[in-house]
């Protein structure tokens, strides 16, 4: 670790910076933008002197001067240096000779293509057959009955108002930049979220806010609730099984479309009869039948199968829903949806086989898909969206040889034609005007970079050995969805410092009472049941009654309600408690501040009876921490050095639950993550607490560095240092006291230097808890 102190200027104004250098060009970046309000990705550093040299992000800065100079990127637009200039017109260069490559696919087309465009047409009409079925009154009905509606309702209010998805969906415009200025555009409308967005949470979404997040959730419980076959399990034993060849058909089977039936058998292999034979071992000569239903009413009872089958069920789904959507047929053997989205704006991809949406490069960046036609097939028309999933158009076109481009836009143009043909004029014209303003889009944004701090895994559904024949592995079997540059997040969970202080007045009545810690831990228990009923009742009308004079339990717990009214309020719930002992608890407020804080309230049970477990003497002495957590710190801004997307956020650290973690794809030997007081608060940080995540114990944090700033993150004071650390379990918290004290602070930036597997890539922690004094 190198202390240096830089001179900053930045017009009028300079700055004198103390920084580490062990922390790198990124994190610097973040204390200037403390200083001056300028983004991180926005600023440019250079040497305040006659050579102006540029500061990157690789450069070492023991190296360079002490006197810097900031330029943000407006100021660089207008200066427009030399080298912007020569960077632009390498950018126009590689315009340039795409577009010839483009042009020279189409010329060769014109020798090596068929134009008859009878085989193109030949592999859509069957899908135009099948889309029409998602229109269908009794299977749209059979769809919503599988669907949970009610608790797919609630998880899709509790995001929003934990405002999880806005800036993932700011992010998505970022993709679709198709210039510089669009590139600027998105650095200022995700600062603007920064500064503007609301701590308390979407609690009032519009129609199309809920329609979006709804989608959002069905797509990840079809995901967890359909199941992939690689090979069916046997029918009599329920072994694995090996395919042996196809079969033909039954009546049955065709009835739903299943005009393909795979067959699979417990044993096929020589020797594998003989060592069965000779153990005089009873064998399963069965054979398995593996119907490819297209039928998606069969689909809905069966829910099984591979891509085809996924989407065909997935977008039964959507449109059961009133959801606009398109099957979309990847000519290179894949299939998913398409959804128009009201929120964005535009169609969005989803994909039920990965439960992934909004990433249309997945495949060719991610799968390393060569693709070549990507058809888009709905009630109103067939589309060519393949522009939509490339940025490699002149490579692609050189694999379109079914049909020349002009019979490929002919043989669309008919059968769309043939799709609305009973279609009312003012039908028509909106779907011309919404076709008209698609292919624009489609056109422009074809040669965008696409963003590059994104990278796409390859593909995850299907065996390994499945995937490899297809090419479909990508560069990184153990990829995600991950951002290495993730923006600066607001946390909303000023609902969890809230929770844990109400649970003071609980403790200290049981202390005060004299009642034993077995007895605590029973009333405790006890109580957890009572949420967790309540938890599985409708959200909207939760509601749970329950005799208190049933066991002693319960009857201490009776002696405790008076002290469980903060905790209710909490939860927005109101308890009343007759005078035969009826305790009646329900809801007081809004059901989705009381869905978002439940499971805050019920983790919070679970550590307490843990800790009071491991508490030798119940008494005040006790009333601290871990057992007691107050003065909790929340509703901060964060920054990490990178985060998973859309489940491994940075914020995720911050909410209080243990069914979240914040994950850094590449942070085994080294990440970062900052933490920002709102409105310029200081407070003295007394403790924190880490807690394990839900699995893979090789991620866990070992060691790692704590520090503080009073200034912004100008400069920084190290708090605490750990080593060699280990959590033995999963969802172990562990408690650390600050030593030095009396030092006021407005951020806290924690190094994690290792995780307990350096060969596993990743770091994950389940939850990050900051207490500070009580003054």
Same mark, same amino acid.
């Given at each position: 670790?190198?202390?240096?102190?830089?001179?900053?200027?930045?017009?009028?104004?300079?700055?004198?910076?103390?920084?580490?250098?062990?922390?790198?060009?990124?994190?610097?970046?973040?204390?200037?933008?403390?200083?001056?309000?300028?983004?991180?990705?926005?600023?440019?550093?250079?040497?305040?002197?006659?050579?102006?040299?540029?500061?990157?992000?690789?450069?070492?800065?023991?190296?360079?001067?002490?006197?810097?100079?900031?330029?943000?990127?407006?100021?660089?637009?207008?200066?427009?240096?030399?080298?912007?200039?020569?960077?632009?017109?390498?950018?126009?260069?590689?315009?340039?000779?795409?577009?010839?490559?483009?042009?020279?696919?189409?010329?060769?087309?014109?020798?090596?293509?068929?134009?008859?465009?009878?085989?193109?047409?030949?592999?859509?009409?069957?899908?135009?057959?099948?889309?029409?079925?998602?229109?269908?009154?009794?299977?749209?009905?059979?769809?919503?009955?599988?669907?949970?509606?009610?608790?797919?309702?609630?998880?899709?209010?509790?995001?929003?108002?934990?405002?999880?998805?806005?800036?993932?969906?700011?992010?998505?415009?970022?993709?679709?930049?198709?210039?510089?200025?669009?590139?600027?555009?998105?650095?200022?409308?995700?600062?603007?979220?920064?500064?503007?967005?609301?701590?308390?949470?979407?609690?009032?979404?519009?129609?199309?806010?809920?329609?979006?997040?709804?989608?959002?959730?069905?797509?990840?419980?079809?995901?967890?609730?359909?199941?992939?076959?690689?090979?069916?399990?046997?029918?009599?034993?329920?072994?694995?099984?090996?395919?042996?060849?196809?079969?033909?058909?039954?009546?049955?089977?065709?009835?739903?479309?299943?005009?393909?039936?795979?067959?699979?058998?417990?044993?096929?292999?020589?020797?594998?009869?003989?060592?069965?034979?000779?153990?005089?071992?009873?064998?399963?000569?069965?054979?398995?039948?593996?119907?490819?239903?297209?039928?998606?009413?069969?689909?809905?009872?069966?829910?099984?199968?591979?891509?085809?089958?996924?989407?065909?069920?997935?977008?039964?789904?959507?449109?059961?829903?009133?959801?606009?959507?398109?099957?979309?047929?990847?000519?290179?053997?894949?299939?998913?949806?398409?959804?128009?989205?009201?929120?964005?704006?535009?169609?969005?991809?989803?994909?039920?086989?990965?439960?992934?949406?909004?990433?249309?490069?997945?495949?060719?960046?991610?799968?390393?898909?060569?693709?070549?036609?990507?058809?888009?097939?709905?009630?109103?028309?067939?589309?060519?969206?393949?522009?939509?999933?490339?940025?490699?158009?002149?490579?692609?076109?050189?694999?379109?040889?079914?049909?020349?481009?002009?019979?490929?836009?002919?043989?669309?143009?008919?059968?769309?034609?043939?799709?609305?043909? &009973?279609?009312? $004029?003012? =039908? #028509?014209?909106?779907?011309?005007?919404? +076709?008209? /303003?698609?292919?624009? *889009?489609? @056109?422009?944004?074809?040669?965008?970079?696409?963003?590059?701090?994104?990278?796409?895994?390859?593909?995850?559904?299907?065996?390994?050995?499945?995937?490899?024949?297809?090419?479909?592995?990508?560069?990184?079997?153990?990829?995600?969805?991950?951002?290495?540059?993730?923006?600066?997040?607001?946390?909303?969970?000023?609902?969890?410092?809230?929770?844990? &202080?109400?649970? $003071?007045? =609980? #403790?200290?009545?049981?202390?005060?009472? +004299?009642? /034993?810690?077995?007895? *605590?831990? @029973?009333?405790?228990?006890?109580?957890?049941?009572?949420?967790?009923?309540?938890?599985?009742?409708?959200?909207?009308?939760?509601?749970?009654?329950?005799?208190?004079?049933?066991?002693?339990?319960?009857?201490?717990?009776?002696?405790?309600?008076?002290?469980?009214?903060?905790?209710?309020?909490?939860?927005?719930?109101?308890?009343?408690?007759?005078?035969?002992?009826?305790?009646?608890?329900?809801?007081?407020?809004?059901?989705?501040?009381? /869905?978002?804080?439940?499971?805050?309230?019920?983790?919070?049970?679970?550590?307490?009876?843990?800790?009071?477990?491991?508490?030798?003497?119940?008494?005040?002495?006790?009333?601290?921490?871990?057992?007691?957590?107050?003065?909790?710190?929340?509703?901060?801004?964060?920054?990490?050095?990178?985060?998973?997307?859309?489940?491994?956020?940075?914020?995720?650290?911050?909410?209080?639950?243990?069914?979240?973690?914040?994950?850094?794809?590449?942070?085994?030997?080294?990440?970062?993550?900052?933490?920002?007081?709102?409105?310029?608060?200081?407070?003295?940080?007394?403790?924190?607490?880490?807690?394990?995540?839900?699995?893979?114990?090789?991620?866990?944090?070992?060691?790692?560095?704590?520090?503080?700033?009073?200034?912004?993150?100008?400069?920084?004071?190290?708090?605490?240092?750990?080593?060699?650390?280990?959590?033995?379990?999963?969802?172990?918290?562990?408690?650390?006291?600050?030593?030095?004290?009396?030092?006021?602070?407005?951020?806290?930036?924690?190094?994690?230097?290792?995780?307990?597997?350096?060969?596993?890539?990743?770091?994950?922690?389940?939850?990050?808890?900051?207490?500070?004094?009580?003054?």
């Amino acid at each position: 670790m190198v202390a240096r102190k830089f001179s900053v200027r930045h017009h009028e104004s300079s700055f004198d910076v103390d920084y580490d250098t062990d922390d790198g060009v990124e994190v610097f970046k973040f204390q200037l933008f403390s200083l001056t309000s300028i983004p991180p990705d926005q600023l440019k550093i250079v040497s305040d002197d006659d050579h102006q040299r540029p500061v990157s992000d690789d450069s070492d800065l023991l190296s360079i001067c002490d006197d810097l100079k900031l330029v943000s990127i407006e100021e660089e637009l207008v200066s427009n240096s030399a080298k912007e200039q020569e960077e632009l017109l390498k950018s126009d260069e590689e315009l340039a000779r795409m577009l010839q490559a483009e042009e020279e696919a189409l010329l060769l087309q014109q020798y090596v293509v068929d134009d008859d465009g009878g085989d193109f047409e030949n592999r859509l009409r069957p899908y135009i057959t099948q889309v029409l079925m998602y229109e269908d009154p009794i299977r749209q009905d059979a769809a919503r009955k599988i669907v949970p509606v009610e608790e797919l309702e609630e998880k899709s209010f509790v995001a929003l108002a934990k405002k999880i998805s806005e800036p993932y969906l700011l992010d998505m415009i970022g993709i679709e930049r198709f210039s510089r200025f669009c590139s600027l555009l998105r650095k200022i409308w995700k600062l603007i979220w920064f500064i503007f967005a609301s701590p308390e949470g979407n609690f009032e979404p519009s129609i199309i806010e809920q329609r979006h997040a709804f989608l959002l959730q069905l797509l990840f419980w079809f995901k967890q609730s359909f199941r992939w076959v690689d090979a069916p399990p046997c029918d009599g034993c329920g072994n694995e099984t090996t395919a042996i060849g196809m079969g033909a058909a039954l009546p049955a089977e065709i009835q739903y479309g299943a005009h393909r039936v795979e067959l699979y058998s417990t044993f096929i292999a020589f020797d594998v009869l003989i060592i069965f034979m000779c153990s005089s071992c009873k064998f399963c000569s069965r054979i398995t039948r593996f119907p490819r239903y297209n039928d998606p009413l069969k689909l809905v009872e069966t829910r099984k199968g591979r891509c085809g089958e996924w989407a065909n069920c997935f977008t039964l789904y959507c449109r059961a829903f009133g959801y606009e959507c398109r099957l979309i047929l990847d000519f290179t053997d894949h299939v998913w949806t398409e959804c128009f989205s009201q929120s964005l704006g535009r169609w969005m991809h989803l994909d039920p086989c990965e439960g992934i949406y909004d990433r249309p490069l997945l495949y060719e960046k991610g799968w390393d898909k060569k693709l070549n036609y990507v058809i888009a097939i709905a009630k109103d028309g067939v589309y060519d969206v393949t522009k939509r999933y490339t940025r490699k158009w002149h490579e692609v076109l050189s694999r379109r040889n079914i049909a020349r481009e002009e019979t490929v836009s002919s043989v669309l143009t008919k059968l769309t034609r043939e799709c609305r043909r &009973n279609f009312a $004029s003012e =039908v #028509l014209c909106a779907l011309e005007d919404r +076709d008209k /303003s698609e292919m624009e *889009a489609l @056109e422009r944004f074809l040669h965008s970079a696409d963003d590059s701090s994104v990278s796409l895994p390859g593909r995850q559904s299907g065996n390994k050995e499945w995937r490899i024949l297809r090419s479909e592995i990508g560069a990184d079997d153990n990829c995600s969805l991950s951002c290495s540059s993730c923006p600066v997040r607001v946390c909303i969970d000023e609902h969890v410092t809230i929770i844990y &202080n109400a649970f $003071s007045p =609980v #403790l200290s009545q049981i202390v005060e009472n +004299d009642i /034993s810690k077995s007895r *605590a831990i @029973e009333v405790l228990t006890s109580f957890k049941g009572i949420l967790v009923d309540l938890r599985k009742a409708p959200y909207k009308t939760r509601r749970v009654s329950l005799n208190t004079n049933s066991n002693d339990g319960l009857k201490v717990l009776r002696q405790l309600v008076p002290s469980l009214g903060q905790l209710f309020d909490a939860l927005f719930l109101k308890s009343k408690l007759d005078a035969d002992g009826r305790l009646d608890i329900g809801l007081a407020g809004d059901p989705v501040k009381t /869905s978002l804080s439940l499971p805050v309230v019920l983790d919070a049970l679970d550590d307490m009876i843990h800790d009071l477990n491991s508490c030798n003497n119940l008494n005040r002495d006790s009333l601290s921490l871990p057992l007691l957590k107050l003065n909790r710190i929340h509703s901060g801004s964060v920054l990490a050095s990178g985060e998973e997307i859309p489940f491994g956020i940075a914020i995720s650290a911050f909410d209080g639950t243990r069914s979240s973690k914040w994950e850094e794809p590449n942070g085994a030997k080294g990440c970062w993550i900052i933490y920002k007081l709102a409105d310029n608060q200081k407070l003295e940080l007394v403790a924190y607490e880490l807690m394990s995540a839900n699995d893979v114990p090789e991620r866990d944090p070992m060691n790692w560095v704590l520090q503080a700033s009073g200034d912004g993150g100008s400069s920084w004071r190290l708090l605490d240092k750990q080593t060699s650390q280990m959590f033995e379990n999963r969802f172990q918290r562990k408690t650390f006291k600050i030593k030095s004290t009396g030092f006021l602070s407005n951020a806290f930036r924690f190094r994690f230097l290792a995780v307990r597997d350096t060969s596993n890539p990743r770091f994950q922690i389940g939850s990050i808890d900051l207490y500070a004094s009580s003054s």
